[in-house]
């Protein structure tokens, strides 16, 4: 088809017509083969972000300085989080029964868990689930909120966050919600 993708192409062999050194393969995507969305990810993850680390550590002379903040999520959230590796995920229960599992975790070196201990498992939700949660809201992917100071939650406050970041590491999604829940989220709209 001769339109399909005309003008990110067009822009694209501007660019290299004016001397623009190119800094990652440009990404397309096809609504009629599969799911955009993942093939945005996928270009995402495999080629831009790659690039992105690599001319921040090699410093490249794209002029672009990157600052990588590994600390964010864990200070908004209040906790001192570290990330940890399951090792196994055993189902202990039969189906129709409420389900429990035993997982195996390997904790990161230096650290220890002992009988008491507290261990919080936070979020990573998988991309489709935001975007059902964008879908449902009618909200576009590039959609950023504040939530304002003072509200009782461990959610980040007073600064701009993407929507998709909080629907993808600070909400749990995959979780059946509770009347409790529902209702209290309906009296705050």
């Known amino acids: 088809m001769n339109t399909f993708h005309r003008i990110p192409k067009l822009i694209d062999a501007e660019f290299e017509r004016n001397g623009a050194s190119r800094f990652a393969e440009i990404g397309l995507g096809d609504v009629a083969a599969g799911d955009i969305f993942e ?3 996928a270009w995402q993850d495999e080629k831009l972000w ?10 490249v002379e794209a002029g672009l ?7 964010s999520r864990r200070s908004t959230l209040r906790q001192d989080v570290q990330e940890a590796v399951v090792i196994s995920n055993k189902l202990l229960t039969v189906p129709g029964i409420s389900e429990k599992r035993n997982l195996t975790l390997q904790l990161p070196t230096g650290m220890e868990y002992k009988v008491g201990d507290y ?3 936070l979020p ?8 059902r949660v964008l879908k449902r809201y009618g909200l576009p992917w590039d959609t950023v909120i504040t939530i304002k100071p003072g509200a009782n939650t461990t959610l980040p406050t007073n600064r701009p966050i993407s929507v998709v970041d909080l629907l993808g590491a600070y909400v749990e999604l995959t979780q059946p919600s ?6 209290t989220a309906s009296l705050d709209l």
């Open 178 to 183: 509770t009347r409790k829940v529902c209702v």
């Open 124 to 131: 990573i939700n998988h991309r489709k689930s935001v975007h």
């Open 50 to 59: 790659t690039k992105l680390e690599s001319a921040a550590k090699d410093n």
């Open 119 to 121: 261990l919080g498992v």
């Open 65 to 71: 300085e990157v600052e990588i903040d590994v600390d």
């Open 39 to 41: 093939d945005f990810d």
